[in-house]
């Protein structure tokens, strides 16, 4: 949706398609800071499912539902207060041009921020259940209405970032209700909504915490990107926020291997079916389909602002500034499906100590090395080689782990999966 309004946006104004950097990194990247709903709602789904416990499934999800609707409610109230102050504390008083621009974007599209969150959790229930054509079809007919609305909203009515923001905001709200309305089909009901007990919260606590550091690493290392791009210039950040965007679409490629790990790995890793040699055998055709599926996205998505930049922007120092970092750009996509796979799995067998402690400190040495190629002048390049790394060192030390004697597909130690052993880093 993002990459959409990208699209149609930089069609108009360089200024506003600058603004979306800013914007969407309070949109979208904050966004993935609670997708330890997602994860916590797919494994708790998919563990009570390996037990056959219905009745256990949708206490979960009705109690997961409040605590989405309740994030969603406080960060709609937090756009609506701070959010001109976090926008300005991100891209600084200088860049004031696109300051304004950005807060109309977010203002509307924080509106959603209910209906995202809560959607979050219905869309995880249902893939927590090895359904995916409930949320496909939400996804699908939100995109359509995203993609019609920008096209009528900004470029036949004009109404610019405002009108891309109200084309996303709706096709959000309408993608939400269908994700609950979707798990009817499998006889749950998306509409209870129950309050946890204590004990209910500090389960959630214990597998999301964990979850929540390691995504939120990542929003914090996307967000450096951008706030590095973003005292380069608007040509500079304008680039950016093009390859991002497409970036980011070409990575959602590869968030189903995750998915796929996630619903299937609990029931052969500590199931009633469990059996460590199938799961080692479907982790090996995961990756060996990321790969594959890699390659052809990273060749696919390079191709794109290559030879087609001005799908995006007609401006030459805008495609400019694309073109120096291809390289960096497909080395990073090229490895992103396999690292999914690999993440999943490590989440699915509840190695979450693990996996938040990798992820913090990969995000700080890219950090630092970020900083030291913005202070000798790299530019936008230096931020998308940091960024291959990134992504790099991510796929090289999930894959150690899980090949190691002491990973979560070859040890017969039974503890690290109850929750009540597990300490949130």
């Known amino acids: 949706m993002s990459l959409i309004d990208t699209a149609v946006i930089g069609q108009s104004s360089s200024v506003e398609l600058a603004a979306l950097g800013p914007g969407t990194v309070l949109c979208d990247y904050m966004s993935y800071g609670f997708m330890f709903l997602s994860v916590a709602t797919s494994n708790l789904v998919a563990t009570s499912l390996a037990n056959q416990d219905q009745s256990e499934v949708q206490h979960q999800i009705s109690t997961l539902l409040f605590v989405g609707l309740t994030c969603g409610i406080m960060m709609l109230f937090f756009t609506k207060f701070r959010g001109e102050w976090a926008l300005t504390a991100f891209a600084g008083a200088k860049n004031a041009d696109m300051l304004s621009a950005a807060n109309t974007y977010i203002q509307i599209r924080g509106l959603a921020w209910p209906a995202v969150l809560v ?64 798990l009817k089909d499998k006889g749950y009901n998306g509409y209870s909504i129950a309050v946890p007990t204590a004990n209910e919260l500090l389960q959630i ?8 550091m390691m995504m939120m690493s990542k929003v914090a290392f996307y967000s450096l990107l951008i706030y590095f791009a973003t005292s380069m210039g608007t040509h500079t950040v304008a680039a950016h926020q093009v390859l991002v965007q497409v970036y980011t679409m070409f990575t959602v490629f590869g968030e189903p291997l995750s998915q796929t790990a996630q619903s299937f790995m609990p029931e052969l890793i500590y199931g009633a079916k469990r059996s460590l040699s199938k799961a080692r055998t479907l982790l090996k055709s995961l990756v060996i389909i990321g790969a ?57 067998g509840r190695d979450l100590r693990f996996v938040s402690i990798s992820m913090t400190t990969i995000f700080t040495f890219g950090g630092l090395l970020l900083m030291l190629f913005s202070n000798l002048g790299y530019g936008l390049p230096g931020c998308w080689w940091t960024l291959a790394l990134f992504q790099w060192s991510r796929f090289t030390v999930a894959l150690l782990r899980l090949t190691s004697p002491n990973g979560v597909l070859y040890s017969e130690d039974m503890t690290r999966y109850e929750l009540r052993k597990v300490s949130a880093a």
């Open 119 to 182: 959607g979050w959790v219905a869309q995880s229930a249902s893939l927590g259940m090895k359904d995916s054509w409930g949320p496909l079809k939400a996804l699908a007919v939100a995109s359509v209405i995203n993609g019609v609305g920008d096209v009528v909203l900004c470029l036949v009515l004009d109404y610019g970032i405002a009108g891309a923001a109200w084309a996303t905001m709706v096709s959000q709200v309408v993608a939400g209700f269908m994700m609950i309305e979707s």
């Open 205 to 212: 606590f214990q597998l999301a915490a964990p979850v929540f």
């Open 292 to 348: 594959s599926c890699g390659l052809i996205l990273g060749v696919v998505g390079t191709i794109i602002p290559w030879l087609f930049p001005k799908v995006f922007s007609p401006d030459p120092l805008v495609i400019k500034e694309m073109h120096k970092v291809l390289l960096p750009y497909f080395i990073a996509l090229s490895v992103t499906a396999s690292t999914h796979s690999l993440e999943g799995t490590l989440l699915a």
